[in-house]
């Protein structure tokens, strides 16, 4: 990348050039809801000279809500605080410390786990992952 900057030396105006290392948007956005609030975000980091990430997530047709992550060394995020059974929708893309950005990554959709409960008689069905359910 390349950017112009404006220098004013006493009267007169110059145009620079800058050379700015290009961020690469992370790549291979996957998402994993671990439990009925959590879901665990990972990306694939393609740029060298990133220093963080930020990651922008929504429920499906909502306004994008973005979280900082000030490392460029991390490719996995825990999201906690979501609400259950909601479809939600990820990107990511890298920053550095100039302020730069890459494009944003694939978008990735995923709905966190339901919780599901029964109190006419008396039984309480709790989702414990993916794959297994609680009774009580």
Not at 14 to 38: C, F, G, H, R, S
């Amino acid at each position: 990348n390349l950017h112009l900057r404006l220098r004013r030396q006493r009267q007169n105006v110059y145009k620079e050039a800058i050379k700015v290392p290009y961020l690469y948007p992370p790549t291979q956005l996957t998402a994993d809801a671990i439990d009925y609030n959590t879901i665990v975000l990972s990306w694939q980091d393609n740029s060298q000279y990133n220093t963080g990430y930020q990651i922008s997530y929504r429920k499906k047709g909502d306004s994008w809500q973005t979280v900082n992550v000030p490392s460029g060394e991390v490719e996995t995020r825990t999201l906690t605080g979501l609400d259950p059974h909601t479809l939600y929708e990820f990107r990511v893309r890298a920053y550095d410390d100039e302020g730069h950005y890459s494009d944003w990554s694939n978008t990735v959709t995923e709905y966190t786990i339901p919780i599901w409960t029964d109190d006419e008689d008396g039984l309480a069905v709790k989702t414990i992952d993916k794959k297994c359910l609680g009774l009580n």
